[in-house]
C-alpha cells in the first residue's frame, strides 16, 4: 500500500492556499572599460606583384614589431585577413593588369589606455597605415556583470516583498528565478563609431614624432534582468 502525504502537490499556478507572486528584477549600471581595441590596416600598391608584396610584407612587420614593444599592455594581437589584388585596365578588347593592391587588417587589444593614445598615434604616422578606433568594452568574465545580476536578484525579492506587504502578508518561497540576460550595450566589435580615431598616412616619413592623443575611455552600460515568482501566505482579503 502506497503511502498518503498530506503535501499538496507542486502546482504550476497560484492557488487560494499558496497565491503566487511574479516580478522581474532590472539592474544598470554604469563603469568604466576595461580593455580597448583598435583596427589596423596596412596598405601596398605597385605595378609590379613582387615589389607590392614586399612592400606590404614589410610595413606588416613595422606594424607588428611597434605594436609588441608596448608588453603587456596589449593582450591580444591577431592578423585578420590578407590580400593582394590585381587591379585591371581595358584597352580595347584585352584586359592588362595596372596595379597590384595589397591590405593586411591587425587588431590590438590594450588594457593600458594611456598606452593606448601613444600607439595610436605612432601607428597613425606609419607609412600607408590606417587606424580605426578605439572601440572600448568589458571582458567577459567582467565583475561587473555578475554585479549586475546580484542587483537585479535584490530588486527581483525587494519588488516582491513589496506586493506582499501590500496585501498584509509576506513571502513564504522561491518557486522559480529565470535569467532573461546581462548583456554589455556596447557590440564586441562594432564598425566605427563616430568621433573614433581614423587615420590614414601618407608616404611621406614624419619628421618628427606626433604628441600621443588623449583618449578619453567610454563608460559602458551593464543590463541585467530576471523573472522570478514567490509563493505568499494567505493574505486576510
Known sequence: MTPTTDQ??????????????????EAHLEVDPE???????????????RTALDDLT????????????YGDTVENLQTGTFSITPQLTR?????????????????????????????TTRLAD????????????LRPDSPAHTLARRQAVREAVQR???YADALGTHLAALVELADIGTDDTTPFFPPAPRGAVRSFAGTAAPEQDAAPLDLEPQRQTVTA???ARFTMHPPQL
Do not use: C, M, S
Not at 499538496?8 to 528584477?25: E, F, K
Not at 580597448?36 to 606583384?49: E, H, K, N, Q, S
Not at 592588362?96 to 600607439?119: K, M, S
Open 8 to 25: 499538496p502537490a507542486d502546482l504550476p499556478y497560484g492557488t487560494p492556499r499558496t497565491p503566487r507572486v511574479a516580478v522581474r528584477g
Open 35 to 49: 580593455i580597448a581595441r583598435i583596427g589596423i590596416t596596412v596598405t601596398a600598391r605597385g605595378t609590379d606583384r
Open 58 to 69: 614589410r610595413r606588416n612587420t613595422t606594424v607588428l614589431d611597434l605594436i609588441k614593444t
Open 91 to 119: 584597352h580595347g578588347r584585352t584586359e592588362r593588369v595596372r596595379a597590384y593592391h595589397g591590405t593586411v587588417h591587425i587588431t590590438a587589444e590594450l588594457t593600458d589606455f594611456t598606452a593606448l593614445g601613444e600607439l
Open 126 to 137: 606609419l607609412e600607408l597605415t590606417q587606424v580605426d578606433g578605439p572601440w572600448w568594452a
Open 160 to 162: 516582491a516583498r513589496e
Open 225 to 227: 534582468r530576471v523573472d
